[in-house]
């Protein structure tokens, strides 16, 4: 008799057999159906990609341009000391420091052509921090630079092309870093300029506007007794306007009826020297009180400049006429408040331009003063 033997162990090996074939087809399915091919990829992600860019550029700009930005968060930075003033260009950022003392003998208001704030020269910087401490209010203006720097371009792709062609292979890391950078730098905006239209309309035209609104500013601050302080590569377009509005005061010799009261020049572009016909005009109203400061060793070229300055200031008949020159003197520092230039201004404006309070209503105005 035969015995039977289970076919359990059988059925379990071909139940086996078959969960596994079932679980390698489910896997190549999987697969077959996830996979794209490398076009279709790159179309996903070149499609992602357009959607976040116009996604973005459906966003306004915090700032108009990055010369506005940077001059923001200078503002910021500075506090109470910026001001804004409109004009008919657009924005222009001012540094006003009222007075320390108890007695405000007028404004010190500085014009010169550093474009940015940042670049403000020491040398004036001093003046603008400390002559407050004495009464004397400051009153800070960039101006758009003679000769703005040009933007570099963009090279092409024919120049790349070709430079790397000449290239050594082991420098191959190198060229491509180059070039990135490059890429990336001149693909930013320009920040040459503080505006967009300081690149358009004409320099002079533009600090006629800011120097209209600058005694704009101190009118509706109710000062009135300026000084002007200019450097030489600034001082026509700046004078052009406020030199006409100076009449001869016939009563009061020693007082200026005008918008200002005493002219500094400060000589510190000595590549930019004043020309004769710039100097008559300067020293075109004998009763303006001018304080001539040159900053540069005394070579040929500027003992020029300082004997066709004193030649002219005399030939005109200025009543009043120092030259000053501070090649020999310490080194300014902003932060010193006993600094010869300031000494040397501060004594200046205060014989020639010192104010007096005027008071109203029974009350004192610390902001408003009379020559």
């Avoid at 006409?244 to 009061?252: G, L, V």
Wanted: proline letters at 7%; hydrophobic letters at 35%.
């Amino acid at each position: 008799m035969h015995s039977i033997l289970p076919h359990t162990p059988t059925k379990r090996l071909n139940d086996c057999a078959s969960y596994c074939l079932c679980l390698c087809l489910g896997l190549l399915l999987h697969s077959v159906t996830n996979a794209q091919p490398p076009e279709i990829e790159a179309q996903s992600s070149t499609a992602s990609a357009s959607a976040q860019s116009s996604a973005a550029s459906s966003e306004a700009p915090l700032y108009e341009s990055r010369a506005l930005r940077d001059k923001s968060l200078i503002a910021k930075a500075a506090g109470e000391q910026a001001q804004w003033l409109d004009t008919e260009y657009g924005k222009l950022l001012v540094f006003y420091r009222p007075t320390e003392a108890k007695r405000t003998r007028g404004v010190l208001v500085l014009f010169h052509a550093a474009e940015d704030p940042q670049r403000w020269p020491p040398i004036l910087e001093n003046l603008r921090a400390n002559l407050p401490r004495y009464g004397w209010e400051t009153l800070a203006v960039t101006l758009p630079g003679q000769y703005p720097a040009s933007v570099p371009q963009r090279p092409s792709s024919s120049s790349i092309s070709s430079t790397a062609a000449t290239v050594p292979p082991n420098a191959e890391a190198v060229s491509a870093e180059a070039t990135s950078a490059s890429s990336v730098t001149t693909s930013e905006p320009s920040t040459q300029s503080s505006s967009t239209a300081s690149s358009i309309v004409p320099r002079d035209t533009l600090i006629q506007a800011y120097v209209a609104a600058t005694f704009e500013f101190l009118q509706k601050k109710g000062q009135f007794n300026a000084v002007l302080l200019v450097d030489n590569s600034s001082a026509n377009p700046v004078l052009t306007q406020l030199l006409s509005q100076i009449k001869e005061n016939t009563r009061d010799p020693a007082t200026i009826d005008g918008p200002i009261q005493a002219l500094v020049i400060t000589n510190l572009q000595s590549q930019e020297p004043l020309t004769t016909s710039e100097l008559a005009a300067i020293f075109s109203n004998k009763q303006l009180p001018v304080l001539d400061v040159f900053f540069n060793p005394d070579d040929l070229e500027q003992i020029k400049a300082r004997d066709l300055h004193k030649a002219i200031a005399m030939r005109l008949k200025l009543n009043s006429y120092l030259q000053a020159s501070l090649d020999n003197q310490p080194k300014i520092v902003e932060t010193d408040p006993r600094s010869f230039l300031a000494a040397r201004v501060r004594g200046f404006m205060q014989r020639h331009a010192s104010g007096t309070e005027v008071k109203g209503s029974g009350e004192a105005n610390d902001n408003t003063v009379s020559p």
